[in-house]
């Protein structure tokens, strides 16, 4: 089993920025991709950004340039850093941890971009 922990969610001015963190824990050696995902109401879950095998990144097209996944392996986290957000961004963020079969979710923490 693994154990996911969310944190860093809020509300924030368009334009501004949030750093989101995940910490894991549990059978983390199983891991082999992390990553963000965020489901905005009335919307399927998407693929925010994703550490896949190795250390290659994926970023959905609607945050390459202002979102960046990052990692600290000491502390078994991944950060999603949040720059130049918008009001599309709001969502509930959800951290994923996969193995070769299974996959784990956190909670869950909202981020609302708003004037």
């Known amino acids: 089993q693994v154990q996911l922990v969310e944190s860093g969610g809020g509300l924030v001015q368009p334009g501004g920025s949030l750093r989101l963190s995940c910490a894991a824990s549990?059978?983390?050696?199983?891991?082999?991709?992390m990553g963000w995902y965020r489901q905005a109401p009335g919307k399927q879950r998407e693929l925010v950004a994703r550490?896949?095998?190795?250390?290659?990144?994926n970023y959905a097209d609607s945050v390459r340039g202002r979102f960046t996944i990052s990692r600290d392996n000491a502390k078994n986290t991944v950060y999603l850093q949040m720059n130049s957000l918008k009001p599309e961004d709001t969502a509930v963020y959800y951290c994923?941890?996969?193995?070769?079969?299974?996959?784990?979710w956190g909670q869950g923490t909202q981020v609302t971009v708003s004037s």
């Open positions: 549990g059978s983390i050696f199983s891991i082999n991709i």
């Open positions: 550490f896949t095998s190795g250390s290659s990144t």
């Open positions: 994923n941890a996969r193995s070769v079969s299974v996959g784990y």
